[in-house]
Protein backbone atom coordinates (compact mmCIF):
# COMPACT_ATOMS: atom_id res chain seq x y z
CA UNK A 1 0.00 0.00 0.00
CA UNK A 2 1.20 3.34 -0.88
CA UNK A 3 0.09 5.97 1.14
CA UNK A 4 -1.07 9.38 -0.87
CA UNK A 5 -2.74 12.14 -0.09
CA UNK A 6 -5.11 14.95 -2.46
CA UNK A 7 -3.48 18.07 -3.04
CA UNK A 8 -5.66 20.23 -5.34
CA UNK A 9 -2.98 22.09 -7.39
CA UNK A 10 -0.50 25.23 -6.55
CA UNK A 11 -4.04 27.06 -5.44
CA UNK A 12 -4.36 24.24 -2.98
CA UNK A 13 -3.83 25.90 1.01
CA UNK A 14 -2.84 22.85 1.92
CA UNK A 15 0.92 23.39 0.48
CA UNK A 16 3.07 20.15 -0.80
CA UNK A 17 5.36 20.95 2.33
CA UNK A 18 2.86 20.55 4.78
CA UNK A 19 1.47 17.57 2.67
CA UNK A 20 5.09 15.83 3.05
CA UNK A 21 4.94 16.06 6.97
CA UNK A 22 2.74 13.71 7.70
CA UNK A 23 3.92 10.45 8.55
CA UNK A 24 4.27 7.93 5.94
CA UNK A 25 3.73 9.99 3.33
CA UNK A 26 4.66 8.97 -0.26
CA UNK A 27 3.08 10.81 -2.53
CA UNK A 28 -0.07 13.60 -3.88
CA UNK A 29 -2.84 12.28 -5.84
CA UNK A 30 -4.02 15.87 -8.02
CA UNK A 31 -5.13 16.63 -11.59
CA UNK A 32 -4.27 19.47 -14.15
CA UNK A 33 -7.23 21.77 -13.13
CA UNK A 34 -7.18 24.26 -15.97
CA UNK A 35 -7.83 22.30 -18.53
CA UNK A 36 -11.52 22.03 -19.66
CA UNK A 37 -13.23 18.76 -19.91
CA UNK A 38 -12.86 16.75 -23.09
CA UNK A 39 -9.11 18.63 -23.77
CA UNK A 40 -6.12 16.93 -23.90
CA UNK A 41 -3.77 17.35 -20.97
CA UNK A 42 -0.55 18.71 -22.87
CA UNK A 43 2.88 17.14 -21.95
CA UNK A 44 4.52 19.93 -20.86
CA UNK A 45 2.08 21.25 -18.32
CA UNK A 46 2.04 17.30 -16.65
CA UNK A 47 5.60 17.60 -16.74
CA UNK A 48 5.57 20.92 -14.80
CA UNK A 49 2.86 19.75 -12.40
CA UNK A 50 4.85 16.69 -11.90
CA UNK A 51 8.18 18.88 -11.07
CA UNK A 52 6.27 20.89 -8.20
CA UNK A 53 5.47 17.63 -6.62
CA UNK A 54 9.04 15.95 -6.82
CA UNK A 55 10.21 19.20 -5.78
CA UNK A 56 8.54 18.69 -3.14
CA UNK A 57 9.99 14.94 -2.34
CA UNK A 58 6.57 13.82 -3.13
CA UNK A 59 5.17 11.24 -5.99
CA UNK A 60 2.35 11.94 -8.55
CA UNK A 61 1.28 8.77 -9.76
CA UNK A 62 -2.40 9.01 -8.79
CA UNK A 63 -4.44 11.31 -11.15
CA UNK A 64 -7.79 12.19 -9.38
CA UNK A 65 -9.98 12.81 -12.21
CA UNK A 66 -9.35 12.68 -15.62
CA UNK A 67 -13.03 13.52 -15.86
CA UNK A 68 -15.53 11.99 -18.48
CA UNK A 69 -17.13 14.82 -21.14
CA UNK A 70 -20.65 14.26 -20.71
CA UNK A 71 -20.90 13.62 -24.55
CA UNK A 72 -19.25 10.46 -24.26
CA UNK A 73 -21.38 9.40 -21.39
CA UNK A 74 -24.24 10.77 -23.32
CA UNK A 75 -23.41 8.45 -26.26
CA UNK A 76 -23.43 11.18 -29.23
CA UNK A 77 -21.85 11.53 -32.45
CA UNK A 78 -18.81 13.39 -30.94
CA UNK A 79 -17.80 10.84 -28.38
CA UNK A 80 -14.89 9.23 -31.01
CA UNK A 81 -13.14 12.68 -31.04
CA UNK A 82 -13.16 13.19 -27.10
CA UNK A 83 -12.60 9.05 -26.66
CA UNK A 84 -9.13 10.23 -28.71
CA UNK A 85 -8.73 13.01 -26.87
CA UNK A 86 -8.83 11.07 -23.45
CA UNK A 87 -6.42 8.13 -24.93
CA UNK A 88 -3.93 10.92 -25.70
CA UNK A 89 -3.97 12.41 -21.93
CA UNK A 90 -3.22 8.78 -20.89
CA UNK A 91 -0.31 8.58 -23.14
CA UNK A 92 0.89 12.03 -21.99
CA UNK A 93 0.34 11.03 -18.37
CA UNK A 94 1.99 7.32 -18.83
CA UNK A 95 4.99 9.38 -19.85
CA UNK A 96 5.19 11.30 -16.99
CA UNK A 97 5.38 8.01 -14.90
CA UNK A 98 1.31 8.19 -14.00
CA UNK A 99 0.11 5.06 -12.98
CA UNK A 100 -3.20 5.03 -12.29
CA UNK A 101 -6.10 6.97 -13.03
CA UNK A 102 -9.56 7.54 -11.75
CA UNK A 103 -12.61 8.83 -12.90
CA UNK A 104 -16.34 8.67 -12.49
CA UNK A 105 -18.97 8.10 -14.57
CA UNK A 106 -21.83 10.02 -12.94
CA UNK A 107 -24.01 11.90 -15.35
CA UNK A 108 -23.74 16.10 -15.00
CA UNK A 109 -23.34 15.95 -11.38
CA UNK A 110 -20.78 14.70 -8.95
CA UNK A 111 -20.56 13.63 -5.48
CA UNK A 112 -23.95 14.86 -3.58
CA UNK A 113 -24.60 15.67 0.01
CA UNK A 114 -27.00 17.93 2.00
CA UNK A 115 -25.03 19.85 4.09
CA UNK A 116 -21.66 20.99 3.78
CA UNK A 117 -21.11 22.13 7.30
CA UNK A 118 -22.89 19.67 10.09
CA UNK A 119 -21.97 19.92 13.35
CA UNK A 120 -21.49 17.30 15.55
CA UNK A 121 -21.70 16.70 19.09
CA UNK A 122 -17.73 17.31 19.34
CA UNK A 123 -17.94 20.74 17.72
CA UNK A 124 -16.47 19.55 14.57
CA UNK A 125 -18.25 19.99 11.04
CA UNK A 126 -18.42 17.63 8.49
CA UNK A 127 -20.29 16.27 5.14
CA UNK A 128 -23.84 14.93 5.46
CA UNK A 129 -27.00 13.29 3.52
CA UNK A 130 -30.62 14.36 4.80
CA UNK A 131 -32.79 12.71 2.61
CA UNK A 132 -35.44 14.49 2.97
CA UNK A 133 -33.31 17.50 2.29
CA UNK A 134 -31.93 15.67 -1.11
CA UNK A 135 -35.55 14.38 -1.73
CA UNK A 136 -36.73 18.34 -2.16
CA UNK A 137 -33.71 19.27 -4.69
CA UNK A 138 -34.94 19.71 -7.95
CA UNK A 139 -32.23 20.85 -10.22
CA UNK A 140 -34.38 21.75 -13.00
CA UNK A 141 -36.19 24.40 -10.48
CA UNK A 142 -33.68 25.94 -8.77
CA UNK A 143 -29.83 26.09 -9.56
CA UNK A 144 -27.83 24.04 -7.22
CA UNK A 145 -24.36 24.15 -6.28
CA UNK A 146 -21.59 21.49 -4.60
CA UNK A 147 -17.69 21.99 -4.75
CA UNK A 148 -16.21 19.54 -7.23
CA UNK A 149 -19.08 19.93 -9.31
CA UNK A 150 -18.41 21.00 -12.61
CA UNK A 151 -20.01 24.76 -12.70
CA UNK A 152 -18.94 25.66 -16.56
CA UNK A 153 -22.70 25.43 -17.71
CA UNK A 154 -24.86 27.99 -17.65
CA UNK A 155 -28.67 27.38 -16.67
CA UNK A 156 -30.14 27.12 -20.17
CA UNK A 157 -26.80 24.33 -20.67
CA UNK A 158 -27.86 22.54 -17.76
CA UNK A 159 -31.89 21.84 -18.23
CA UNK A 160 -30.54 21.26 -21.99
CA UNK A 161 -27.89 19.13 -20.60
CA UNK A 162 -30.70 17.51 -18.52
CA UNK A 163 -33.36 16.85 -21.25
CA UNK A 164 -30.94 14.92 -23.58
CA UNK A 165 -30.49 12.43 -20.51
CA UNK A 166 -34.22 12.27 -20.51
CA UNK A 167 -33.50 9.70 -22.98
CA UNK A 168 -30.57 7.48 -21.49
CA UNK A 169 -31.41 5.05 -18.72
CA UNK A 170 -29.14 2.42 -17.39
CA UNK A 171 -28.58 0.16 -19.51
CA UNK A 172 -28.17 3.10 -22.25
CA UNK A 173 -25.28 4.38 -19.74
CA UNK A 174 -23.87 0.89 -19.29
CA UNK A 175 -23.26 1.03 -23.25
CA UNK A 176 -21.82 4.30 -23.28
CA UNK A 177 -19.69 3.04 -20.83
CA UNK A 178 -18.49 0.06 -22.32
CA UNK A 179 -18.03 1.70 -25.30
CA UNK A 180 -15.80 4.17 -23.84
CA UNK A 181 -13.81 1.74 -22.37
CA UNK A 182 -13.43 -0.69 -25.03
CA UNK A 183 -11.39 1.96 -27.22
CA UNK A 184 -9.32 3.23 -23.86
CA UNK A 185 -7.74 0.43 -22.40
CA UNK A 186 -6.28 -1.27 -24.96
CA UNK A 187 -4.25 2.43 -24.97
CA UNK A 188 -3.88 2.03 -21.02
CA UNK A 189 -2.69 -1.79 -22.11
CA UNK A 190 0.13 -0.53 -24.12
CA UNK A 191 1.19 2.31 -21.70
CA UNK A 192 0.34 0.38 -18.13
CA UNK A 193 -1.52 2.89 -17.05
CA UNK A 194 -4.56 1.73 -14.48
CA UNK A 195 -8.27 3.12 -14.95
CA UNK A 196 -9.56 3.28 -11.59
CA UNK A 197 -13.38 4.08 -11.83
CA UNK A 198 -14.86 5.96 -8.44
CA UNK A 199 -18.35 4.56 -7.33
CA UNK A 200 -21.18 6.99 -7.99
CA UNK A 201 -21.71 9.03 -4.41
CA UNK A 202 -24.13 8.42 -3.70
CA UNK A 203 -24.69 4.88 -4.82
CA UNK A 204 -28.47 5.19 -6.11
CA UNK A 205 -29.96 7.28 -9.21
CA UNK A 206 -30.22 11.23 -8.24
CA UNK A 207 -32.59 13.99 -9.83
CA UNK A 208 -33.92 10.83 -12.26
CA UNK A 209 -30.40 10.49 -13.75
CA UNK A 210 -29.03 6.84 -13.78
CA UNK A 211 -25.94 5.45 -12.11
CA UNK A 212 -24.57 2.32 -12.94
CA UNK A 213 -21.43 2.24 -10.63
CA UNK A 214 -23.13 1.49 -7.05
CA UNK A 215 -23.13 -1.95 -6.30
CA UNK A 216 -21.53 -5.47 -6.54
CA UNK A 217 -23.67 -6.17 -9.42
CA UNK A 218 -22.60 -3.13 -11.38
CA UNK A 219 -18.90 -3.58 -10.91
CA UNK A 220 -19.16 -7.17 -11.99
CA UNK A 221 -20.91 -6.71 -15.04
CA UNK A 222 -18.63 -3.94 -15.49
CA UNK A 223 -15.43 -5.90 -15.35
CA UNK A 224 -17.01 -8.78 -17.53
CA UNK A 225 -17.96 -6.45 -20.13
CA UNK A 226 -14.08 -5.01 -20.25
CA UNK A 227 -12.01 -7.91 -18.83
CA UNK A 228 -8.55 -6.49 -18.33
CA UNK A 229 -7.01 -5.27 -15.06
CA UNK A 230 -6.61 -2.24 -16.70
CA UNK A 231 -10.57 -2.02 -16.24
CA UNK A 232 -10.45 -1.43 -12.16
CA UNK A 233 -12.02 0.60 -9.51
CA UNK A 234 -11.15 3.21 -6.91
CA UNK A 235 -12.71 1.33 -4.06
CA UNK A 236 -14.58 4.52 -2.31
CA UNK A 237 -15.50 2.80 1.20
CA UNK A 238 -17.77 5.97 1.88
CA UNK A 239 -19.63 5.87 -1.18
CA UNK A 240 -20.05 2.52 -1.67
CA UNK A 241 -20.94 1.97 2.11
CA UNK A 242 -23.70 4.49 2.13
CA UNK A 243 -25.60 1.72 0.41
CA UNK A 244 -26.25 -0.33 3.22
CA UNK A 245 -26.78 -3.43 0.55
CA UNK A 246 -22.74 -3.05 -0.23
CA UNK A 247 -21.04 -5.37 1.87
CA UNK A 248 -17.73 -3.72 1.90
CA UNK A 249 -15.05 -6.26 2.98
CA UNK A 250 -16.30 -8.85 0.49
CA UNK A 251 -16.48 -6.94 -2.04
CA UNK A 252 -12.68 -5.24 -0.90
CA UNK A 253 -11.79 -9.06 -0.86
CA UNK A 254 -12.94 -10.39 -4.00
CA UNK A 255 -11.84 -6.98 -6.35
CA UNK A 256 -8.45 -7.18 -4.61
CA UNK A 257 -8.23 -10.74 -5.24
CA UNK A 258 -8.79 -10.31 -9.16
CA UNK A 259 -6.21 -7.22 -9.16
CA UNK A 260 -8.66 -4.88 -10.05
CA UNK A 261 -8.72 -2.71 -7.03
CA UNK A 262 -6.07 0.20 -7.97
CA UNK A 263 -6.97 2.99 -5.45
CA UNK A 264 -8.46 3.19 -1.81
CA UNK A 265 -10.36 5.92 -0.39
CA UNK A 266 -10.38 5.54 2.76
CA UNK A 267 -13.73 7.34 4.31
CA UNK A 268 -16.15 6.44 7.12
CA UNK A 269 -19.65 7.58 7.91
CA UNK A 270 -22.13 7.36 10.82
CA UNK A 271 -25.86 6.47 10.17
CA UNK A 272 -28.11 8.03 12.38
CA UNK A 273 -31.74 6.25 13.29
CA UNK A 274 -34.45 8.62 12.19
CA UNK A 275 -38.11 8.57 13.84
CA UNK A 276 -39.74 8.43 10.08
CA UNK A 277 -36.90 5.72 8.72
CA UNK A 278 -35.33 8.30 6.26
CA UNK A 279 -31.86 8.23 5.40
CA UNK A 280 -29.56 10.04 7.42
CA UNK A 281 -25.24 9.74 7.41
CA UNK A 282 -22.83 12.12 8.00
CA UNK A 283 -19.18 11.77 7.55
CA UNK A 284 -17.16 10.60 10.67
CA UNK A 285 -13.59 10.42 11.61
CA UNK A 286 -11.70 7.64 9.95
CA UNK A 287 -11.21 4.84 12.73
CA UNK A 288 -13.56 2.01 12.79
CA UNK A 289 -15.04 2.84 16.19
CA UNK A 290 -16.06 6.27 15.23
CA UNK A 291 -18.30 5.50 12.57
CA UNK A 292 -20.39 2.88 10.78
CA UNK A 293 -18.21 1.05 8.48
CA UNK A 294 -15.76 -1.29 9.43
CA UNK A 295 -12.44 0.43 8.00
CA UNK A 296 -9.90 -2.38 9.82
CA UNK A 297 -12.03 -5.10 8.49
CA UNK A 298 -12.12 -3.89 4.91
CA UNK A 299 -8.38 -3.13 5.39
CA UNK A 300 -7.63 -6.57 6.47
CA UNK A 301 -9.45 -7.71 3.18
CA UNK A 302 -7.34 -6.30 1.15
CA UNK A 303 -4.26 -6.87 3.10
CA UNK A 304 -5.59 -10.54 2.37
CA UNK A 305 -5.89 -10.19 -0.91
CA UNK A 306 -2.99 -9.27 -1.97
CA UNK A 307 -3.65 -5.56 -2.10
CA UNK A 308 -0.73 -3.76 -3.59
CA UNK A 309 -2.26 0.01 -4.53
CA UNK A 310 -2.99 3.22 -3.65
CA UNK A 311 -4.58 4.76 -0.76
CA UNK A 312 -5.48 7.95 0.23
CA UNK A 313 -7.91 9.28 3.53
CA UNK A 314 -10.99 10.39 1.59
CA UNK A 315 -12.90 13.21 3.19
CA UNK A 316 -12.20 14.17 6.81
CA UNK A 317 -14.41 17.04 8.96
CA UNK A 318 -12.82 20.37 9.81
CA UNK A 319 -11.38 20.37 12.79
CA UNK A 320 -9.47 22.64 15.55
CA UNK A 321 -10.84 25.65 13.91
CA UNK A 322 -10.14 24.88 10.53
CA UNK A 323 -12.22 26.23 7.56
CA UNK A 324 -10.96 24.12 4.82
CA UNK A 325 -12.51 23.03 1.69
CA UNK A 326 -15.46 20.87 2.70
CA UNK A 327 -14.20 17.38 2.81
CA UNK A 328 -10.67 18.35 2.41
CA UNK A 329 -9.30 20.05 5.30
CA UNK A 330 -5.51 18.93 6.48
CA UNK A 331 -5.72 18.06 9.98
CA UNK A 332 -8.44 15.18 10.01
CA UNK A 333 -6.95 13.86 6.98
CA UNK A 334 -3.78 13.84 8.25
CA UNK A 335 -5.18 12.14 11.02
CA UNK A 336 -6.46 9.63 9.16
CA UNK A 337 -3.37 8.61 6.79
CA UNK A 338 -1.41 8.07 10.16
CA UNK A 339 -4.45 5.80 11.59
CA UNK A 340 -4.79 3.83 8.29
CA UNK A 341 -0.64 3.69 8.35
CA UNK A 342 -1.17 2.55 11.44
CA UNK A 343 -3.35 -0.37 11.20
CA UNK A 344 -1.78 -1.15 7.94
CA UNK A 345 1.42 -2.15 10.22
CA UNK A 346 -0.74 -4.14 12.68
CA UNK A 347 -2.13 -5.95 10.03
CA UNK A 348 1.21 -6.89 8.19
CA UNK A 349 3.07 -7.42 11.29
CA UNK A 350 0.40 -9.90 12.64
CA UNK A 351 0.60 -12.07 9.98
C1 LIG B 1 -14.10 12.46 -4.51
C2 LIG B 1 -14.84 12.55 -5.82
O1 LIG B 1 -14.31 14.34 -3.19
C3 LIG B 1 -14.78 13.26 -3.48
O2 LIG B 1 -15.77 12.76 -2.99
O3 LIG B 1 -14.01 11.16 -4.03
O4 LIG B 1 -15.14 13.85 -6.13
C4 LIG B 1 -13.98 11.95 -6.88
O5 LIG B 1 -12.82 12.72 -7.02
C5 LIG B 1 -14.58 11.85 -8.24
O6 LIG B 1 -15.88 11.36 -8.20
C6 LIG B 1 -13.72 10.93 -9.07
O7 LIG B 1 -13.91 11.22 -10.39
MN1 LIG C 1 -13.99 8.90 -2.87
Not at 138 to 152: F, I, R, T, V, Y
Not at 197 to 223: N, Y
Not at 306 to 335: C, M, Q, S, V
Request: charged share 25%.
Amino acid sequence: MKMTFRWYGPKDPITLDKIRQIPGMTGVVTALYTIPVGEVWDLESILSLKKLVNDAGLEMEVIESVPVHEEIKLGSAERDRLIDNYCQTIRNLSKAGVKVVCYNFMPVFDWVRSELKFVTADGSNCLAYDQRTVDSLNPKKQALSLPGWDESYTKQELDALLKRYEDIDEEKLFDNMVYFLKKLIPVCEECDVKMAVHPDDPPWSLFGLPRIITSEEGIDKLFKAVDSKYNGITLCTGSLGASRGNDLVKMAAKYAAMGRVHFLHARNIKFTETEDNRLFFNESPHPTECGSLDIYGILKALHDNGFEGYTRPDHGRNIWGEDGKPGYGLYDRALGATYLFGLWEAISKSK
